[in-house]
């Protein structure tokens, strides 16, 4: 989230995990054998103040285990990354959550630059696995000029004055931050276990100053390190999709959806939908002017503060919604009908995952109830496509991708200048800009997993649903079939029930 987002409750959090887990002052810190504290209010003025500032945290069990802040600003030929901040709780330094932090931030962008400043070496590693390159002593001394100027911007306590050592054979500077160097013996020797370490060693009140560059080779990953990182880049497609909140051309046609809803799920006065992904509610407050009851639910706080929001100016009183995951929300309620429309399903890139969407969804519709769903539809993506790849051999190209605004502004998410297909596994990636007035747009990397028509009739299936229909249509227009490479079949739309008899172990 952008830095000047953050909420007070975050900020309390992010200063305990720094008072707790950053280290302690050294003999010649402020208060020798202490440990180094931040009040939130600090962490908000001395390092969320920059208008480019940005922050990603990690969470396990409920509680907050890491963050990064960082800066993202021109740096002269291209955009820079500066992390000024990460903080790993003592416990999670092996768990590889400080290189999952960095790669959120920039995950596949083609900045020229990456870096921080810091005493303790995991955090170097962590720079490195998260941006595939090494850092190379001979490389940041060669760009010292660069560098230093970039850190006087971004950085209020670096100064070349007190001294810089940057040479083939150490890169690091003097910031007169008396860090505890105790443990750091240890900690170099756990973090050149597997790879040989190029940094050089630190004097204390001296720091490295970790680099690494765009023009630099690639470290090959392994297939888990890959799916790790892109496992991160979908934990941030809640933070996109709560960009479209807006009213984007397709829901103009919400008044003909609601009334194709309502006649082919038979639905009568005073029953009950669900609207699984409701995103702003507009279907479920559409469905409950009609009389109909509805409970929309999407992952995405903000929609459902959108949709409750719209619910009482609008004036209707039937219409609930939660915050939730859709794969294993627990309602405690039955529904006559459900609908889970544009794109929900898809929104994960494995099959399980969607599939505990449909199971989830079906186990709260009464034997017999309609269940009215839509997918993006892969034959058009297919024949679209301009760019191709597979992310297993050849994941860079996803450097070569070009960003676009779209999920801000259209929503045309088939345009092929700017989507690139992994055929073999069935997904689409994008990389979305949001600008919000900002100097420097933020940039994510989106991706979703498309169907044919025969691929998500037996996903549905396998949910234990019965396929009524499955036909490609445009939005607004769900009675018109067209043919799946038609350009404005962009959506799959099936309509199934549920069992009049299910078995007690249907769902387990």
């Not at 208060?31 to 208008?51: D, F, K, Q, V």
């Not at 955090?123 to 660069?146: F, Q, W, Y």
């Not at 005073?270 to 509805?294: E, N, P, T, W």
Request: hydrophobic share 40%; with cysteine.
């Amino acid at each position: 989230m952008h830095g000047n987002r953050v909420p007070l409750e975050l900020l309390s959090e992010m200063s305990e995990l720094y008072s707790a887990h950053y280290g302690f002052w050294g003999d010649k810190g402020r208060r020798p054998g202490e440990h180094i504290r931040l009040s939130a209010e600090t962490i908000r003025r001395n390092w969320l103040a920059h208008a480019n500032s940005r922050v990603v945290f990690a969470r396990a069990f409920g509680m907050l285990v890491g963050y990064a802040i960082a800066v993202q600003f021109d740096g002269g030929s291209g955009f820079v990354t500066w992390v000024t901040q990460l903080v790993v709780h003592e416990e999670h330094r092996r768990s590889d959550v400080g290189k999952t932090l960095l790669f959120t931030l920039w995950q596949f962008t083609d900045h020229i630059a990456w870096g921080l400043v810091s005493a303790n070496p995991f955090a170097v590693r962590a720079l490195e696995k998260a941006t595939r390159r090494r850092c190379s002593p001979g490389m940041i001394a060669a760009n010292s000029d660069a560098i230093l100027r970039w850190g006087t911007e971004v950085v209020s306590y670096l100064s070349s004055d007190d001294g810089v050592k940057m040479n083939a054979n150490e890169a690091s500077i003097n910031t007169r931050f008396y860090l505890d160097h105790a443990e750091l013996p240890a900690m170099l020797r756990s973090a050149q276990e597997k790879v040989p370490w190029l940094m050089g060693n630190l004097e204390e009140g001296w720091e490295w100053l970790a680099f690494t560059f765009r023009e630099q080779q690639q470290i090959q990953l392994a297939d888990k390190e890959t799916e790790q990182m892109l496992r991160a880049s979908d934990g941030v497609t809640k933070h996109a999709f709560s960009r479209m909140a807006g009213q984007q051309p397709w829901m103009k046609s919400t008044a003909s959806e609601v009334a194709f809803i309502i006649q082919n799920c038979s639905l009568i006065a005073d029953q009950k939908v669900l609207d699984f992904g409701c995103g702003s509610g507009r279907h479920a407050i559409g469905l409950a002017k009609s009389g109909i009851a509805s409970v929309g639910v999407d992952y995405v706080q903000n929609l459902i503060a959108t949709a409750r929001a719209r619910a009482r100016q609008e004036g209707v009183s039937n219409a609930a919604f939660m915050v939730g995951d859709c794969r294993d929300i627990e309602l405690g309620d039955s529904f006559d009908a459900a609908i889970c429309i544009y794109d929900v399903i898809g929104t994960y890139a494995e099959d399980a995952d969607n599939l505990a969407i449909l199971r989830n969804l079906a186990r709260y519709v009464k034997p017999g109830g309609h269940v009215l769903l839509s997918v993006m539809n892969m034959e058009l993506t297919l024949r679209k496509a301009r760019y191709r790849f597979s992310m297993k051999s050849d994941p860079d190209k996803l450097l070569m991708l070009k960003p676009s605004n779209t999920m801000e502004l259209s929503g045309d998410i088939f345009n092929p200048e700017y989507y690139l297909l992994d055929e073999e596994k069935g997904l689409v990636y994008r990389k979305e800009q949001f600008s919000e007035g900002m100097e420097i747009p933020e940039e994510l990397l989106v991706r979703d997993r498309r169907y044919r028509q025969q691929e998500i009739e037996n996903l549905c299936r396998k949910a234990h649903l019965n396929v009524l229909w499955s036909r490609c249509v445009r939005s607004g227009q769900w009675d018109e079939a067209l043919a799946p490479d038609n350009d404005r079949a962009k959506e799959i739309l099936l309509l199934c029930t549920v069992p009049e008899f299910q078995s007690a172990t249907l769902f387990e």
